[in-house]
């Protein structure tokens, strides 16, 4: 079946570091992947996706790269804010999924520090 | 703006009664889903609904049920709730015909605590 795993949080930054989240994923043909993001006391909202192998996500200063050959979808982001801090969620829809029906990795809590 | 709303942030219930968890969406979206979010586990699928009437289970479906009687509206059913169902409950919306990349649009949740 279709799985996400993403490193377990919490990650603790200072503001302006640099912040990495690993994604990997097992699926099928060539998923739909996305990067959802939660704010505390909030429901998820999309933060990007890409479709295809070797597409870039990107919004708000965050980037992932579709890498098939890895099946990984690591998201980045430069210089983080306090405003950063939040769960994020790294997801995948299958080809032709009915519905489109997301399978989640369970979650990566990211606190940035002034 | 897309608008999904949940009737209540937050639910205190006992063992044994019957629970009902509301979802609208102001966006004419056809598939509409219930996921349960647990630390550690992310969001897992309950049930989904692609029309009205419709509705399909998720990987999690024992101990729920769902109705979907408009097409705005999908309410998430608690026959006899259990501790095990204390959780955090998000409804979630999008079109149907965006295909599997489309953008799928949440609700704030719903923190269910059953005694």
């Known amino acids: 079946g279709n799985s996400v795993t993403q490193m377990e949080g919490p990650v603790t930054l200072s503001e302006e570091a640099f912040l990495t989240i690993n994604c990997t994923y097992t699926a099928t043909g060539y998923p739909s992947l996305f990067w959802y993001v939660q704010y505390p006391g909030e429901g998820l909202q999309l933060l990007l996706k890409?479709?295809?192998?070797?597409d870039k996500g990107s919004n708000k200063g965050f980037e992932a790269t579709y890498r098939k050959e890895t099946t990984s979808f690591h998201l980045e982001k430069g210089s983080v804010q306090v405003s950063d801090s939040a769960v994020y969620f790294c997801a995948l829809s299958p080809p032709l999924a009915a519905g489109n029906k997301l399978t989640f990795g369970g979650g990566t809590r990211v606190l940035v520090k002034p | 703006d897309v608008k999904v709303t949940q009737s209540s942030r937050y639910l205190v219930k006992r063992t044994g009664e019957k629970v009902f968890l509301e979802c609208v969406q102001d966006?004419?979206?056809?598939?509409m889903f219930w996921y349960r979010q647990d630390p550690g586990l992310g969001l897992r699928l309950i049930y989904f609904s692609y029309d009205v009437k419709m509705k399909e289970k998720g990987d999690i479906p024992e101990g729920y049920s769902v109705s979907r009687e408009k097409k705005e509206r999908f309410s998430l059913i608690l026959e006899s709730a259990s501790t095990n169902q204390t959780s955090m409950y998000l409804c979630a919306s999008s079109y149907r015909d965006g295909g599997p990349a489309d953008t799928q649009y949440f609700g704030p949740g719903t923190r269910l605590t059953v005694l």
């Open positions: 966006m004419d979206h056809e598939n």
């Open positions: 890409a479709t295809k192998a070797d």
